[in-house]
T-cell receptor, first 113, second 119 residues
Framework: DAKTTQPTSMDCAEGRAANLPCNHS???????VYWYRQIHSQGPQYIIH???NNETNEMASLIITEDRKSSTLILPHATLRDTAVYYC??????????????FGQGTTLQVKP | EAGVTQFPSHSVIEKGQTVTLRCDPI?????LYWYRRVMGKEIKFLLH????????ESGMPNNRFLAERTGGTYSTLKVQPAELEDSGVYFC?????????????????FGPGTRLLVL
């Protein structure tokens, strides 16, 4: 079972920031938070990941609370092409660990003009 | 650089037939994963190869499914005999793991999927 909880759906106006929350209250100290998205009919696409520090890349920012029990993915200027299902996933890292991703239901983000 | 490719993109077969799906990972990626989404359900992990060895096959639903990765390059997933409930989208992903500055990095890159319909 997925170890994260996300809202089922969200709307966002084009050009505005999209803030997608995720709860992972049972996260362990060695688990990372990953975000993927799936645009209709495509394979899941990696967005960003982090352990405890906030992270930023060309696609998004990831804000992780100090207790690591929740996080927020921020798309700074959402476009219509960002309409997708967004998945928040926690997973253990390690050279001998399986890297399987456990997908939940995700959040369907609808960006509106 | 070419991404993960999967073949075929679509397959329609009858119950009881055999289907073989193929995945070509990104060159140099030792890790290869199979996932699937059946109708109305979440994306589920099937198995994980490291090079040609099965690291984790805990998600394989039953013995009708056989995955191979001979030579550690491309992988095949065979379903024999196919059942109605096997219909869905089968995704393959590949990755390379690294560890630097106390941080593990592993990004799984997914292919476009194979849409399987069993009639």
């Amino acid at each position: 079972d997925a170890k994260t909880t996300q809202p089922t759906s969200m709307d966002c106006a084009e050009g505005r920031a999209a803030n997608l929350p995720c709860n992972h209250s049972t996260i362990s100290g060695n688990e990372y938070v990953y975000w993927y998205r799936q645009i209709h009919s495509q394979g899941p696409q990696y967005i960003i990941h982090g352990l405890k520090n906030n992270e930023t890349n060309e696609m998004a920012s990831l804000i992780i609370t100090e207790d690591r029990k929740s996080s927020t993915l921020i798309l700074p200027h959402a476009t219509l092409r960002d309409t997708a299902v967004y998945y928040c996933i926690v997973r253990v890292h390690g050279s001998s660990n399986t890297g399987k991703l456990i997908f939940g239901q995700g959040t369907t983000l609808q960006v509106k003009p | 650089e070419a991404g993960v490719t999967q073949f075929p993109s679509h397959s329609v077969i009858e119950k009881g037939q055999t289907v073989t799906l193929r995945c070509d990972p990104i060159s140099g990626h030792d890790n290869l994963y199979w996932y699937r989404r059946v109708m109305g359900k979440e994306i589920k992990f099937l198995l994980h190869f490291v090079k040609e060895s099965k690291q984790d096959e805990s998600g394989m639903p039953n013995n009708r499914f056989l995955a191979e990765r001979t030579g550690g390059t491309y992988s095949t997933l065979k379903v024999q005999p196919a059942e109605l409930e096997d219909s869905g989208v089968y995704f393959c992903a590949s990755s390379h793991r690294s560890f630097a500055t106390s941080v593990y990095r592993e990004t799984q890159y997914f292919g476009p999927g194979t849409r399987l319909l069993v009639l």
